[in-house]
């Protein structure tokens, strides 16, 4: 199971997050990706941790003030981006704009959709893997594979044999992590479950504990 923490713009510490992370992901062999704000992504790399950016622009280099080139985010140490985050929403040619500009930069991509409709049109742009995120569930700690497990079945269905699919929103335990690889997942995508935790490294450890 992949693991991919999206620090989103929570007031937390992102290198003592990635710190942990990066210790869990040793210790235990399983794979984890910490997402921070873009202006954390180099020291969070330094960490030795798995770093994504949780956007990229659909651009190249030139005159588009105020987006995040998928290079500048290569260079400051991501090895992958999100797309099309719920709290991120773009338009299909936006998104498919934003994976070949990673594409570009050698970066792995995930794209984000609401349901198993949106999954499939995601697919079909080839992302290395999708994610489904019910948004009425996200931040709630009522986990997807819980509260809406056909959503994550059916979008496993939906995105083919060719695409891998994360689920997320509401995932928080190792039981959530379980469930969802039951349900046909190839990992989750977290947020507050850690990143609000008092204790964002026990959280982590027991997170992957059952895996
Ligand atoms: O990117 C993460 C998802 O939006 C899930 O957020 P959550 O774990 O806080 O529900």
New binding site residues.
Partial sequence: MFV?L?L?AYACDPVEIAAAAADVADETGVRVAV?PQTAAIGRVAETGVETWAQHVSGVGSGSHTGSTLAEAVADAGATGT?LN???RRRRLADIDAGIRAAERAGLETVV?ANNPRQIAAAARLEPDAV?V?PPE?????TPVSKADPEIVTDSVAAAGDEVPVLC?????TGEDLLAAAELGAEGV????????ADDPRAALEALVEPL
Wanted: hydrophobic share 45%; net charge neutral.
């Fill in positions: 991919l999206n989103k997402a999100l985050h719920s709290e984000c994610a995120e569930l996200i931040g709630t700690g997320g929103a509401g995932i928080s995508l977290l947020a507050s479950g850690v990143a609000k």
